[in-house]
């Protein structure tokens, strides 16, 4: 497994180092909070999650696994820009899990703790992101699915006027998020196929 998610990690890396030319050409320099971005998503994860004792809330797990998809996109970009980023980072992220448990105390706790560590190094620190996924769970294979599947999405986004103000979040009442989840379900391709077809899917969704 540690040549294949070596491999994986690789993948992702070269990604988001094209997704970030997409935002910016010189996106290394240009000195983006990725710190910051990683805190607010821990907010809006635990929104998704549920936190609040005066109302009745139920866990959106799809929706939290892609916050923490998210989380892992600035990661990423941190380390990159850092030169930080290695094989042996794979290590820590590979981990048994058992999905039929969820401590809800300790994931919030997690999160919290995540965004503490973040705020406190403003940098992007490992092993709090994965006391996140371990306590979720969500393991190493289904956070790079979902990574690839939000990639797609993000590069969406940005050809269709994200950055410019022009693109359309909600389709059809639903967020596009939503939708992302959606298709990802319904795709029945090769593995090597996903980003294509998941794009054309997109694009067959998305309101003209």
């Avoid at 998610?5 to 983006?32: C, F, G, I, K, S």
């Avoid at 999650?49 to 990661?75: M, N, P, S, T, Y």
């Avoid at 999905?99 to 190094?121: I, K, M, Y």
């Avoid at 997109?202 to 309101?207: I, K, Q, V």
Wanted: negative net charge; proline residues 4%; glycine residues 2%.
């Amino acid at each position: 497994m540690d040549s294949r998610a070596q491999e994986m990690l690789r993948t992702m890396a070269e990604m988001q180092d094209h997704h970030n030319h997409q935002v910016h050409p010189d996106w290394r320099t240009q000195r983006y909070e990725y710190y910051r971005a990683i805190w607010v998503e821990c907010a809006e994860l635990l929104d998704h999650f549920g936190w609040k004792w005066w109302k009745h809330q139920r866990a959106d797990i799809d929706q939290v696994k892609l916050e923490i998809v998210d989380i892992w996109h600035f990661a990423l970009s941190d380390l990159l820009r850092a030169d930080a980023l290695s094989d042996e980072l794979v290590a820590p992220l590979i981990f048994e899990i058992d999905p039929s448990q969820t401590d809800e105390a300790a994931f919030r706790a997690a999160v919290e703790q995540l965004a503490a560590t973040t705020l406190a190094e403003r940098a992007f620190v490992i092993s709090p992101f994965v006391n996140v996924m371990k306590t979720l769970p969500m393991g190493f294979v289904e956070l790079f699915d979902l990574y690839v599947g939000k990639n797609v999405l993000n590069n969406f986004r940005q050809d269709h006027g994200y950055k410019t103000g022009e693109y359309q979040k909600l389709w059809h009442g639903r967020e596009d998020n939503e939708h992302l989840v959606e298709v990802l379900q319904e795709l029945q391709c090769d593995p090597e196929d996903i980003p294509a077809e998941l794009y054309r899917t997109l694009e067959s969704r998305y309101p003209s």
